[in-house]
């Protein structure tokens, strides 16, 4: 119904930069919130940025001050720029959906590998 494809990870040396992106397609009626989630081996996959339709933005505390998350509504795509990369930014970064319509419905993108040499 909405498929998602994501974009723009890759290798890239610390204090370096990259940008992700997701563009959503098919049934995009009724998006409201878009984010990224990371996940690495042994961890649960967590929270990195989320923006709602009105532009609110919520971060977690690891990625403040370096990552921005931001969305074009007009193609329905949201991006993550992220700077000042870490080596503890490694891990698959997963763009998340939200969609509200005749009910609220997840959508996830196949993720995307981020990795940062140190």
């Known amino acids: 119904q909405v498929q998602l494809v994501e974009s723009g990870g890759g290798l890239v040396q610390a204090g370096g930069s990259l940008r992700l992106s997701c563009a959503a397609s098919?049934?995009?009626?009724?998006?409201?919130?878009m984010g990224w989630y990371r996940q690495t081996p042994g961890k649960q996959r967590e929270l990195v940025a989320a923006i709602t339709s009105g532009g609110s933005t919520n971060y977690a505390d690891s990625v403040k001050g370096r990552f921005t998350i931001s969305r074009d509504n007009a193609k329905n795509t949201v991006y993550l720029q992220m700077n000042s990369l870490k080596p503890e930014d490694t891990a698959v970064y997963y763009c998340?959906?939200?969609?509200?319509?005749?009910?609220?419905?997840?959508?996830w993108g196949q993720g995307t590998q981020v990795t940062v040499s140190s």
């Open positions: 098919g049934s995009v009626f009724g998006i409201s919130s």
């Open positions: 998340n959906v939200r969609k509200r319509f005749t009910r609220v419905d997840d959508y």
